[in-house]
């Protein structure tokens, strides 16, 4: 383990090989289903990359055509079930859209039904099911993954570039069609991860206003339509990052690129305005206009604190 200000950088993933194993044995019983899968999210960080982030939701990215199966296998197989209610950790924010759509539309939740005993706590108390078409890559393609030892080499995790790009394109172009606030922290936090842990050289940008060595080698590795956001995310920040602004950059790149598929396919929405609280909020200040001198029954400033919830949450994310 090696020591930088605050951080501590890992030569070795900070989890056991137990608790990997325990994480991954899901992913386990695809294999001997010969069903391969990509680990990605932050077991994916913390098993590859050795970031000593904790550990949630197991996500698991498939070929579309084995999404259904491979959920069926791993219920038949461990104590999981599909969930279908609210999930709260991926649902959209009721301050952002009342009808709180997942930011994994097209994924399976499974969700563990107890703990079995009092050895398998490290075991993901939900797993995602993602198709890959949704993540930008390609399972199949053996050049943007590696494996992990000792578990089998159809489990694979995508390299830093593979991932960089398939966390950017997906940043960019959600599978909901619109921004999504859980989406895009929880990206940005992933990447924020991928570059503090594996790009260790400092500062990013030299004084001559040129990039890292490393740094630079990276942001070329890239696709060429993700090249730009990755670009301004290691740069210092002048003034605010507009999200739709970067999803045009890309377009424009696309379409540059000859990709009019992906270029000419509609904008991702923005996020919508949950119309229940601003009628709220309307009524509120219109009554309370006419009765200046007497006690509100609701108070102003309680839909100003709202608002001001709703401001801050979009900042985040920009």
Known sequence: MHCNSMLHFYDSSPFPLKTQEERLASARVLSHANIRSLVWGEDALAFIYFVPTCLFDLQLIVADQDLQVASTIISDSLPYKVFTGLDETHAESIFIDRSRPSAFPHSICLKREALQDEHSVEEPIKILVHPQSQFHCTIDDYTCSVSLRPFPDDIRFLTRTAFLDSMIATYLDPPTGQQHSKMTGMLKVWMEYLVTYTLRNKP??????????????????????????????????????????QVKRRREVLEKLGKYDDARRPLPRLFPQNSAI?????????HTRGLP???????????????SVVSKLVRLIH
């Open 278 to 286: 601003t009628d709220s909020e309307s009524l509120a200040v219109r």
């Open 204 to 245: 990013a940008v030299l004084l001559d206003g040129t990039l890292e060595r490393e740094h630079d080698e990276v942001l070329r590795s890239l696709r060429p339509e993700n090249q730009p956001f990755f670009e301004e995310f290691i740069r210092p920040r002048n003034g605010p990052r507009i999200w739709i602004d």
């Open 293 to 307: 001198n007497q006690k509100r029954s609701y108070s102003t400033s309680a839909f100003r604190g709202t608002q």
